[in-house]
């Protein structure tokens, strides 16, 4: 009963879920395997968009430059897979992506500037790496990557999509969080004077978060590539998308608590909610509005409970 309140929130976005996809089903009644296979390719840049942000988050900073850092890495990933052999080009484009994240992250420490100053500068920076590895859409990647993400695998409704964002969880996050990192990350956004007191290295612990958001992005590009099948240089909606899922997830906006499972669910929560209004024939336009509405509130009223929380 504990862990059921515990996870009461993350449990009520799953219900919500499965509510929504019936909900789908009954609008278009030809809504299934494919549908979800569907669902999942779309989310996929989103949900490694959204788990990078969380990491900083809990933390206690926020990294403005994700979509840029995502656009560096794909077209980084179209280019290198032109030159090079596929394995290769996906370990530079990781590493890539760590070390944009490491750089954010010096920068915030060294400076001494808000996290929220200095990402949103770095925006404009990745931004312009990106162009200038690619001026306009193009290269082209491997057939073995974009067959990575389409299509399911083991039964005929597990979209393989939905299985590359798990497996990264399971070998990444999961089992960091129950290491002296993993702890720190949580330790310095609930607490930095009382987690610097407790002996931990606030700045390199910091480094290291905004480093594994570089990574998440990483794979977020690398999907984003896979996904096109080739690089796009402009950056996609992927900064509010990944806060209002941070903060509809459940993870503080203050920092110290949360998961990656919640705003992973409210990733695609967000992206059924779209799809519903796409049956439902509303206007483009609308849906984007009806989008935005709904992610200026989930982060407003995040922000609100913040700051209630370090009110009392």
Request: glycine letters at 12%; one cysteine or more.
């Amino acid at each position: 009963m504990t862990q059921m309140k515990k996870h009461a929130w993350v449990i009520s976005l799953a219900v919500l879920l499965a509510v929504l996809l019936a909900l789908t089903k009954i609008i278009q009644p030809g809504f299934g395997a494919s549908g979800i296979e569907s669902l999942a390719r779309a989310a996929l840049p989103f949900g490694f968009a959204t788990s990078g942000m969380a990491v900083v988050i809990i933390a206690g900073g926020i990294d403005l430059s994700v979509a840029s850092m995502m656009a560096v890495c794909a077209v980084t990933t179209a280019v290198l897979m032109e030159r090079i052999a596929g394995v290769p080009a996906v370990i530079i484009v990781l590493l890539a992506g760590v070390a944009m994240g490491a750089i954010n992250g010096l920068l915030i420490v060294l400076t001494k500037v808000p996290d929220i100053v200095v990402t949103l500068a770095m925006l404009f920076v990745w931004e312009g790496v990106a162009l200038l590895i690619l001026s306009s859409p193009g290269g082209s990647t491997a057939d073995w990557l974009q067959g990575t993400i389409r299509g399911s695998l083991i039964f005929f409704w597990l979209p393989k999509a939905f299985l590359i964002i798990a497996m990264v969880l399971a070998l990444l996050w999961w089992p960091l969080q129950r290491t002296k990192l993993g702890l720190s990350i949580y330790a310095i956004g609930s607490d930095e004077l009382a987690a610097f007191r407790s002996g931990i290295s606030i700045g390199p612990t910091k480094v290291a978060a905004y480093a594994i958001c570089g990574l998440f992005c990483a794979f977020g590009g690398l999907s984003l590539a896979a996904l096109t099948g080739i690089g796009e240089p402009v950056p996609g909606p992927y900064l509010m998308a990944s806060i209002a899922a941070v903060v509809l997830g459940g993870v503080v906006l203050g920092g110290g608590k949360g998961g990656l499972l919640g705003p992973l669910l409210a990733v695609f929560v967000l992206r059924i909610i779209r799809t519903l209004l796409t049956l439902m024939a509303v206007d483009p336009n609308v849906t984007t509005i009806v989008e935005g509405v709904i992610m200026v509130g989930v982060v407003m009223l995040g922000t609100a409970l913040t700051l209630k929380g370090t009110r009392k």
